[in-house]
């Protein structure tokens, strides 16, 4: 057995720069072990230097830069992160470990500028399955904002939406941009002046259409991109009355052509497209046809579009009636929540990024301590309560491990069914989804760790929820919990009264046209504010934003009043880096105290915008 070789073996000259001169000994293979023995005992320079030596011995390997990224991410610099992985992906566009881990950075670091990326490298982490997309796409369309797309937006923003449009469909290279398929076949649009210009384009595309006109094969995979974007955002993009009539009776005429269809030729195949981006391909009379085996393969467009909405809505439809119950739901309030979740179920996802195993026990030592931690057993038991679609309880399930049990529990039989199914399509083996009201929980459970991220303000008593959840969790157990501030959801209130004062009810058509005539009309705050919140762009998000049955909110000093009266000790919010930073200019050594928070929120009221996210304990007893 050798022994590791010193820093003054194979360094010359260094004195403490952040690229070390290797030694002509030293190539590829030893700087990158070294390396990686540097980033093991913690000394972060010393590795990147390493790194940076590796990449430049050999300028086409990725792996380089991808430890590079593995070393900021470690210390906690996520942008820089994001720049390593990135190059790593530019120098190798099927690279996974590095795919991943850029997709993993963006999501938990959605506010950095990342306007220098490359668009063929978004495309690229894009194209891959397996990991979560909303992020990169988020990258992706300010990319698009900001280079091919800017001359029709500035088009369309000087008064003439469809002459923009029509000026972007006849430039193919536009439309055929990998980048923008990716951003619209994978991601959600948030940016009001690319979904303003995208419906032009889907009007011009149908009512061309309905004048015997296309879509031809070079348009269609933009055709199926639109489609899947109308998906993604439960086609909350209101249709005007032409747009309407267009569709109804292209949807008349093509359940016609599908029964008993046993294969779909190119006008079929066109006519599924385009309605595709106004309506689910499941609520298309005769569909299940496309699910079957037909003579002929449909179109690549065609087919990626029944394989991710139609086979999904399908199997989630059948996964209801195995929905198991856990107690009953008695409490009025709770029930009409159920019914709200049952119509729309919530988030729709259709991929997620996943922790190494046991990263969520480190966060927890890192922000409970390891006196806390210490005390709990190998397996632990965790709960999820509401946890809608599944996207966070699954996460849950891999941060902890496959040691821990992780029951997640909801009100809507329909969210559950699609968390069921999706439970099945990642690696994560360690996650129940039952149905249950909190309140009415069996009295002999108990759990180490509770998360209930954006719960109990939907409640009719949220301390009484929020009680009902203390008495389960185990003596020394932790909680985490997600609640509305009233400070950062000020333009959603405007907005909940605007709506209520104009009598709109909480349906699929009222919905599409309150959000249409707010977004017509000259903006006002609430307006502008709101469009900078993800859930202002897909259907169930904007009822769940605007118009939900039941919403209570927060302040810090609330939070401190809430904990008092259940027994539980503050252990801190859950803030972007940034925020942590500017907290403690202003307060120093205070990140414990609520009343400091209460003075910083009313000085900064956009602080938790994402909600107030906080961990609290119970005394071990």
């Avoid at 300028?59 to 991410?73: E, K």
């Avoid at 942590?580 to 602080?607: I, K, M, V, Y």
Wanted: proline share 6%; glycine share 10%; aromatic share 6%.
């Amino acid at each position: 057995m050798t022994s590791e070789p010193s820093v003054s073996d194979v360094l010359l000259g260094y004195a403490g720069a952040r690229r070390p001169q290797a030694g002509p000994a030293h190539g590829y293979g030893e700087l990158m072990r070294l390396g990686v023995a540097a980033g093991r005992a913690n000394q972060h320079e010393l590795a990147l230097g390493y790194f940076q030596a590796a990449a430049e011995a050999q300028p086409d390997l990725p792996d380089p830069l991808h430890a590079q990224g593995l070393v900021h991410t470690n210390r906690g610099d996520g942008p820089a992160a994001a720049r390593a992985y990135h190059d790593a992906v530019l120098r190798d566009p099927a690279h996974a470990p590095a795919i991943e881990a850029l997709a993993a950075t963006l999501e938990g670091h959605p506010t950095a500028d990342y306007g220098w990326m490359r668009g063929e490298v978004v495309a690229a982490c894009l194209a891959r399955d397996g990991i979560a997309h909303l992020d990169l796409a988020d990258v992706g369309q300010r990319l698009l904002r900001d280079g091919a797309l800017a001359p029709f937006l500035a088009q369309g923003a000087a008064g003439d939406w469809p002459a923009a449009a029509r000026a972007m469909l006849r430039e193919r290279a536009r439309i055929q941009d990998p980048l923008l398929l990716g951003v619209l076949g994978r991601g959600l649009v948030v940016i009001l002046e690319i979904e303003r210009l995208m419906a032009a384009a889907r009007r011009a595309i149908l009512l061309a259409h309905a004048r015997g006109d296309g879509p031809e094969a070079p348009l269609r995979p933009f055709v199926a991109a639109l489609a899947h974007q109308g998906w993604h955002n439960e086609y909350v993009v209101f249709a005007d009355p032409d747009e309407t009539a267009a569709v109804d009776a292209l949807a008349a005429d093509t359940a016609r052509q599908l029964t008993g269809a046993t294969r779909i030729g190119g006008e079929l195949e066109a006519k599924l497209l385009v309605l595709a981006m106004y309506r689910p391909l499941a609520a298309v009379p005769g569909s299940d046809a496309l699910l079957g085996a037909m003579r002929k393969p449909l179109g690549a467009a065609l087919q990626g579009l029944v394989d991710r909405t139609l086979r999904v809505d399908r199997e989630v439809a059948a996964e209801v009636a195995g929905v198991t119950a856990w107690g009953t739901i008695v409490d009025d309030v709770s029930r009409r929540v159920q019914a709200q979740y049952e119509e729309s179920p919530y988030p729709r996802w259709t991929s997620l990024n996943l922790a190494a195993p046991g990263e969520g026990m480190r966060r927890l030592r890192k922000v409970l301590g390891a006196e806390v931690v210490g005390r709990w057993p190998a397996e632990l038991a965790v709960l999820v309560a509401g946890c809608g679609t599944g996207r966070h309880a699954l996460a849950a399930g891999a941060r902890y491990g496959a040691g821990a049990k992780v029951l997640a529990v909801d009100l809507s039989r329909t969210s559950l069914a699609y968390a069921s199914r999706m439970a099945r399509r990642v690696p994560v083996q360690n996650v129940r989804f039952l149905q249950a009201d909190i309140l009415d929980l069996p009295a002999d459970t108990r759990f180490h760790v509770i998360e209930a991220a954006g719960v109990l303000h939907h409640m009719r008593d949220p301390l009484e929820g929020w009680r009902a959840l203390a008495d389960r969790l185990h003596p020394g157990g932790a909680m985490q919990v997600g609640l509305y501030s009233e400070r950062a959801r000020r333009h959603v209130v405007e907005a909940i009264a605007e709506a209520r004062r104009r009598g709109v009810p909480a349906t699929p058509e009222a919905i599409r046209a309150f959000r249409h005539d707010a977004i017509a009309a000259p903006p006002g705050p609430w307006v502008a504010a709101l469009a900078r919140y993800r859930d202002f762009y897909a259907l169930s998000q904007v009822r769940d934003l605007i118009f939900h049955v039941q919403e209570h909110r927060f302040t810090p000093l609330g939070v401190r009043d809430a904990l008092a009266a259940l027994g539980l000790s503050f252990r801190g919010f859950v803030v972007p880096e940034e925020v942590r930073r500017a907290f403690l200019a202003a307060h120093p050594g205070a990140l414990l105290d609520l009343a400091a928070w209460d003075a910083f929120e009313q000085d900064n009221p956009d602080t938790f915008t994402r909600m107030m996210h906080l961990w609290c304990v119970k005394a071990a007893g």
